[in-house]
């Protein structure tokens, strides 16, 4: 008898387990999300992840808020989101550069693939190669013969070690035949100070920060990512119009979730990110950006977790050629 009710106590704990997940999936969310990204306010991905926040908490009833977890180059923004409940309440905005927080810090142990449950990317960026005023270079075929006849040696600022700028250029050196410079920055803003000032040569980031001072004359923007020129820059030609067919680097947005966060949990912010991407009013500010909402065929968990586990193996494989985790 006493096996019994042990028996029948366990089943009956095991089915209000089963209920009460349930019922959490179902009423999910009952209180307000965060979304870490591990940059400074004003940035990218910051103003992309407030400009997610700001369309998903209608969708959701709950408020939807931005935290800035700064710091090792995005790791302790990351390990914050590993150590937070898998429940769906803390997430994390990031971009390319989170594949390479692995092989930056390979002591923490880290997985981005395994160690996160993926929502879904939010936007794809073009990155643009830009060139001080006081450089006199007109136009990438210029720049390209410049350091491959003439021995130029260019200046390239980035971010840091490991941001997708310096990654692009670190490629662009790689696929352009010549030498250069990679000279690192503490973020984004003073290599861009530097290049309107004249003291270093070129920048490649994203449309997000390039468009404007190529718009307002503060530098000159030669080269373009892409298909097809953008509108908003129209008089900026492609690196495939320029010869360098291979370079096609393009920055993805997305959300994810700690590893072991519920189905249920990923669908709800999924179909809430979908309806995000699909307001009027949130391509309109996307498009302004010269940036490209994620198309239907390539939204979803499933199509983000290919997009990591890709970027993973293939931009470890860039990193390592150009000894990136060395400091």
Do not use: C
């Not at 395994?114 to 270079?137: D, E, F, H, R």
């Not at 260019?154 to 490991?162: A, E, F, I």
């Not at 360098?244 to 966060?261: C, H, N, R, S």
């Not at 699909?278 to 996307?286: G, L």
């Amino acid at each position: 008898m006493r096996t019994f009710f042990k028996t029948l106590t366990a089943a009956l704990l095991l089915s209000f387990g089963v209920a009460g997940n349930a019922a959490t999936a179902d009423s999910f969310p009952e209180k307000p999300v965060s979304i870490i990204v591990s940059v400074s306010p004003g940035g990218s991905l910051d103003a992309l992840a407030r400009l997610v926040a700001t369309h998903m908490a209608p969708i959701l009833g709950q408020s939807v808020v931005v935290e800035n977890v700064t710091g090792a180059g995005g790791l302790i923004g990351f390990q914050r989101l590993l150590k937070s409940r898998p429940d769906g309440y803390t997430l994390m905005m990031s971009n390319n550069s989170m594949v390479l927080i692995p092989l930056l810090h390979p002591q923490a142990g880290i997985d981005v693939v395994k160690n996160t449950s993926p929502i879904g990317t939010v936007a794809s960026v073009p990155m643009v190669l830009g060139v001080s005023n006081q450089s006199g270079i007109q136009s990438l075929v210029e720049m390209r013969k410049r350091m491959n006849e003439e021995g130029f040696v260019p200046n390239l600022g980035s971010g840091g070690p490991g941001t997708t700028a310096h990654l692009a250029e670190a490629m662009f050196l790689q696929q352009s035949g010549g030498t250069g410079q990679l000279i690192a920055y503490r973020g984004s803003g003073p290599a861009l100070t530097d290049l309107m000032g004249g003291t270093i040569d070129g920048v490649i980031d994203q449309t997000v920060s390039m468009m404007h001072l190529h718009n307002d004359n503060r530098i000159k923007a030669i080269a373009v990512t892409g298909e097809r020129r953008l509108p908003q820059m129209p008089d900026v030609p492609t690196f495939a119009e320029a010869g360098m067919d291979d370079f096609k680097l393009q920055i993805w947005y997305g959300l994810v979730a700690p590893e072991g966060t519920p189905k249920e949990v990923i669908n709800a912010l999924s179909d809430a990110l979908n309806k995000v991407l699909d307001s009027e009013e949130y391509k309109t500010r996307i498009d302004q950006l010269a940036a490209e909402v994620t198309p239907q065929e390539q939204r979803g968990p499933e199509n983000f977790g290919n997009i990591l586990a890709r970027d993973q193996k293939e931009l470890a494989e860039l990193a390592q050629s150009i000894g990136l985790p060395a400091r």
